[in-house]
C-alpha cells in the first residue's frame, strides 16, 4: 500500500514543472532528485528546475514568474518542455 503513495512511481497525463530550492531542508533536495528520475523513467513529461541558494519557502518566490508562465502557457494551448534529457540536480552540492 505505501508503494502507492510514492510520487516516482506515478504515470501523470499532463506536463509537470518540480522547482526545488538547494538549500531546502524541509524538503530534502537528493529526494527530490530521486523522484524526478523516477518521473522521467516512468515516461512522464517533466521539467525540474533546481533554484540555486533558495531554501522551500524561497524557492516558492523565485519560481513564481516561471510557475505563472509555465500554467499560462498550458492553458493556452502550447508544448511543454522537458529536460528529462539531461536532469539537473538540486542535490549535487549537498
Not at 506515478?10 to 538547494?22: D, H, N, R, W, Y
Amino acid at each position: 500500500m505505501g508503494a502507492a503513495n510514492e510520487p516516482g512511481r506515478l504515470k501523470i497525463s499532463v506536463p509537470t514543472a518540480i522547482f526545488q530550492g538547494e538549500a531546502d531542508v524541509t524538503v530534502r533536495p537528493g529526494d527530490t532528485d530521486v523522484v524526478a528520475k523516477q518521473l522521467c523513467a516512468g515516461g512522464n513529461k517533466l521539467e525540474y528546475l533546481p533554484y540555486p541558494g533558495k531554501d522551500h519557502d524561497g524557492v516558492m518566490v523565485a519560481g513564481a514568474e516561471f510557475a505563472r508562465d509555465w500554467v499560462d502557457a498550458r492553458f493556452a494551448g502550447k508544448p511543454a518542455s522537458s529536460n528529462c534529457a539531461s536532469l539537473p540536480s538540486a542535490g549535487a552540492s549537498h
